[in-house]
């Protein structure tokens, strides 16, 4: 089992910026990716930003140039950093752990981030 725990939500004015962290701790041997995914208010989850076990990178067109994905492998730790934030960000952010073989994700249990005035 594996267990993620996120840091770093909160409450930032426009164009301000935040960065989120998530630890994973147990049994990581199947994970091949990290990442963000964010839920805001009535609408469906959606990928932000997603970091392989190689390096590779993949963002949400609408974060592209603004979000940065990194990680500490010593630390078990991916970090988001998040720039120039807009309203339209207000979201739960939640960690991602993608496992293969077909095994279901974990899921940290969400931070929010309130981009506001």
């Known amino acids: 089992q594996v267990q993620l725990v996120e840091s770093g939500g909160g409450l930032v004015q426009p164009g301000g910026s935040l960065r989120l962290s998530c630890a994973a701790s147990?049994?990581?041997?199947?994970?091949?990716?990290m990442g963000w995914y964010r839920q805001a208010p009535g609408k469906q989850r959606e990928l932000v930003a997603r970091?392989?076990?190689?390096?590779?990178?993949v963002y949400a067109d609408s974060v592209k140039g603004r979000f940065t994905i990194s990680r500490d492998d010593a630390k078990n730790t991916r970090y988001l950093q998040m720039n120039s934030l807009q309203p339209e960000d207000t979201a739960i952010y939640y960690c991602n752990a993608a496992r293969q073989y077909n095994r279901p994700d974990y899921w940290g249990q969400g931070t929010q981030v309130t981009v506001s005035s």
């Open positions: 970091i392989t076990g190689s390096g590779v990178t």
């Open positions: 147990g049994s990581i041997f199947d994970i091949w990716a």
